[in-house]
T-cell receptor
Framework: GEDVEQSLFLSVREGDSSVINCTYT??????LYWYKQEPGAGLQLLTY?????DMKQDQRLTVLLNKKDKHLSLRIADTQTGDSAIYFC????????????FGTGTKLQVIP | SQTIHQWPATLVQPVGSPLSLECTVE??????LYWYRQAAGRGLQLLFY??????ISSEVPQNLSASRPQDRQFILSSKKLLLSDSGFYLC?????????????FGPGTRLLVL
């Protein structure tokens, strides 16, 4: 995950919005993903955004992409205790084998 | 619908013992398959990927090997485990579809080497 950086921890109160940030280094990345990992489980794909888009909204989730700054964010509206998990940002690079590189993950703690 | 299975869910093995973790995918044909390792408190490291039966690519030099004896079966092995092999092993699959290809993960196997 050395090419994709995330803060390790985020704590929010139930009902507030959560914003999880991610920076990546490869400007040629084509797709960027957000995965959720609950304790002891595998990764669940939450959403993805194509690099020619600035924003994508899916119910409580909003993804913002700033290609100039290589910055990706995931906003969770009305955060619930069930949203507590580790969130991974990932980028798919273009050319050759399109390897997906994952960030180190951000642990979201929702306080009731 | 597609499903992915991994077993065992948890494994405790002594140093120097062999390892075999299995991953199978249902509901799709000719998937790309992946093995990742997640060390405690760290991100995912891609270990192996496969685009077809008998086709394995290794991303990092290591003590592990992978095999794909059938289209939807991916096996992670070791002849002699090291302490550093402890971690959470995740299998993933994707439908080969170019740039839009998205990976879907199994439930994982937690391996503790003592």
């Amino acid at each position: 995950g050395e090419d994709v950086e995330q803060s390790l921890f985020l704590s929010v109160r139930e009902g507030d919005s959560s914003v999880i940030n991610c920076t990546y280094t490869d400007s040629s990345s084509t797709y960027l993903y957000w995965y959720k990992q609950e304790p002891g489980a595998g990764l669940q794909l939450l959403t993805y955004i194509f690099s020619n888009m600035d924003m994508k909204q899916d119910q409580r989730l909003t993804v913002l992409l700033n290609k100039k700054d290589k910055h990706l964010s995931l906003r969770i509206a009305d955060t619930q205790t069930g949203d507590s998990a580790i969130y991974f940002c990932a980028e798919r690079k273009s050319g050759g084998y399109q390897k997906v590189t994952f960030g180190t993950g951000t642990k979201l703690q929702v306080i009731p | 619908s597609q499903t992915i299975h991994q077993w065992p869910a948890t494994l405790v093995q002594p140093v120097g013992s062999p390892l075999s973790l299995e991953c199978t995918v249902e509901g799709t044909s000719n998937p790309n398959l992946y093995w990742y390792r997640q060390a405690a408190g760290r991100g995912l490291q891609l270990l192996f990927y496969s685009v077809g039966i008998g086709q394995i690519s290794s991303e990092v030099p290591q003590n592990l090997s992978a095999s794909r004896p059938q289209d939807r079966q991916f096996i992670l092995s070791s002849k002699k485990l090291l302490l550093s092999d402890s971690g959470f092993y995740l299998c993933a699959w994707s439908v080969p579809s170019g740039q839009k290809e998205t990976q879907y993960f199994g439930p994982g196997t937690r391996l503790l080497v003592l």
